[in-house]
């Protein structure tokens, strides 16, 4: 793709830190723990090497006083989010909510027909956009992502989520969910563990939909962000969002996210890319007892996409083969399938569908 290739110079880090959050939501499976021990936990996953490592996992560190036991309060599992969750292709999905802001934002900025990069998002010129580099990127969240109250961003966000379709599936972005890490992350709660999102993607973005798609509440997530400034206006408190970053919880900042939100080292850690690597290494090296480092490797391109080393977005390439990684998950060979069933709801729409969804 043409905006693949133009935005291979562009520091995915800067993107990330830029764009400061991130989307989700969708038909959310969740499995009770009884569900989850009445005959197979995990059955999205084929049979296999993959799926005997987790559940041997599981097995092992709640076994009471077997050798490998870890109480509860210490069992704490980290998901990344884009391409570990859910699709990061052919673009991140923040970064889509990106340029659809500036058309949105368009007709009180006539300036902007003749302004780069702004001309260049409403002209779809992927090219010009790419030229202007970092600097555009910045100044493009600058005016997308600040310059509002944390409540009117969570509104604008929320919005966009209820209507914004993916280019090839044609269907809402939160209907786009790995149904086997679905699957995962209940099956990891009904054995007595924490699960946390930790993404390079937007604090304030995820926060409003993880709890209703992953059942994972948003005091749970961690992320980048943008500083903010307490204000008062018209007698109301109000937190005003500033185009300044704050944290970048991408590559070397995961490690230092999860010790500052979280403050336990995990011990299983799950993500697809090499910005995942250091958060994979915090979990697995030079820590006693058992740990799970798992990655999940883009195979398929028949029912999702297959990429790695050459992607522009979710390069996995130093983290395939990292001493840091357990398990790598070929998505092809282990999903039985990838999405949620899907049922047409019209002509034009989809929606996702589970008969064994809960509330």
Known sequence: MK???????????????SLAMLPLLSASLRITSALAQAGDPLPPWNEGATKASILDFVTRVT???GPGFVPVDQRIATFDND?????EQPMYVQLAFALDRVKVMAPMHPEWKTK???????????????ASGEKGLVEIIAVTHAGMTTVEFEKITSDWLATARDV?????YTELVYQPMLELLAYLRANGFKTFIVSGGGIEFMRPWTDRIYGVPRDQVVGSSIKTRFEMKDGAPSLFRLPEVNFVDDKTGKPIGINEHIGRRPIAAFGNSDGDLEMLQ???L????PRLGLIVHHTDAAREYAYDRHSHFGKLDVALEAAAVNRVVNMKNDWKRVFPSIKPQGPHELR?????SLP
């Open 282 to 284: 915090w979990t697995t």
């Open 3 to 17: 905006l693949m290739k133009q935005l291979d110079g562009i520091n995915r880090r800067v993107l990330l830190s």
């Open 63 to 65: 076994a009471q006083g």
């Open 168 to 172: 090839r599936f044609k269907r809402p």
């Open 352 to 356: 996702a569908t589970n008969k064994r």
């Open 286 to 289: 030079g820590a006693s007892g």
């Open 116 to 130: 780069q990069p702004f001309a260049a998002v409403l002209d779809g010129d992927m090219s010009a956009l790419a």
């Open 83 to 87: 391409g570990t969750l859910w699709v």
